[in-house]
């Protein structure tokens, strides 16, 4: 596989939220690309396959925000 593709529910209430898992996502190595959406509550994140879905969810959960669910390529994951 060449690359994961990771999908969280991420409670954001305004554009300094999404603004502040931006920037960790853009922080974290591996990461190929990734998108923040505060209107529908999510960050779809694409990352090189060495990158695990634990890495990301703990980078997201250290700027405060409460994660509600996630998924790894497609699969549910416990948050």
Same mark, same amino acid.
């Given at each position: ?23 960790? =996502? *853009?922080?974290?190595?591996? %990461? *190929? ?10 960050? =779809? ?11 990301? =969810? ?8 409460? %994660? ?10 416990? %948050?």
């Amino acid at each position: 596989m060449s690359e994961h593709q990771y999908k969280f529910n991420v409670a954001m209430s305004c554009g300094g939220c999404s603004g502040a898992v931006e920037r960790v =996502l *853009k922080k974290l190595d591996g %990461v *190929k690309s990734f998108d923040v959406s505060l209107d529908s509550q999510s960050a =779809l994140v694409t990352t090189e396959p060495s990158v695990s879905y634990e890495t990301v =969810l703990a980078t997201i959960k250290k700027t405060g925000k409460t %994660v509600n669910s996630g998924e790894a390529d497609g699969q549910a994951m416990s %948050v």
